[in-house]
């Protein structure tokens, strides 16, 4: 039984689940707190946290290639496109015809595009930045790595059940 705060035994976050699955539940209370911040941002400033990342980028790298956007945020193409359509349509980013090859796509913030690319109160972006000027070199270095770690493990594990790999 848990009993919480006030009572005698150990509160929901200090039962002894193990380590995977106290991992987890740290992993999926960022989940859970990134979509809560992300839909915060679309009432308040009309993009998700998603479509704030991409606009972030484009605007750090302005004329970039829509695959080396994808291979930067980890997502595939076809996810990447459907982001960019949403985008477009709200006239924030521009698609334009790589001139040296017609096949690839550069693309680069429209003028509200370039008034969203700020640092903003509110935002998933600025919370980071919060908690980052209070995290060691170390400390992010190494979460750098573990979550890597995770990240390449769960890759990893789809691409085996898909060819049929066995691990």
Do not use: C, Y
């Amino acid at each position: 039984m848990i009993d919480g705060p006030r009572g005698s035994g150990p509160t929901s976050s200090e039962l002894p689940v193990g380590d995977a699955i106290d991992f987890l539940r740290l992993v999926w209370a960022v989940d859970h707190a990134l979509q809560r911040r992300s839909k915060s941002m679309a009432a308040t400033l009309g993009i998700t946290g998603p479509q704030r990342l991409v606009i972030r980028i484009v605007g750090r790298f302005p004329s970039i290639h829509a695959r080396q956007l994808a291979d930067i945020l980890h997502l595939h193409p076809s996810s990447l496109s459907a982001l960019l359509k949403r985008l477009e349509r709200r006239g924030l980013v521009r698609r334009l015809a790589d001139e040296r090859d017609r096949r690839r796509w550069l693309l680069g913030l429209t003028r509200q595009g370039q008034a969203l690319n700020r640092e903003t109160p509110g935002t998933i972006e600025a919370a980071v930045l919060r908690m980052l000027k209070t995290t060691t070199k170390h400390d992010l270095d190494v979460t750098r790595t573990v979550l890597d770690k995770l990240a390449r493990e769960l890759d990893g594990a789809d691409r085996s059940r898909v060819i049929g790999v066995r691990r």
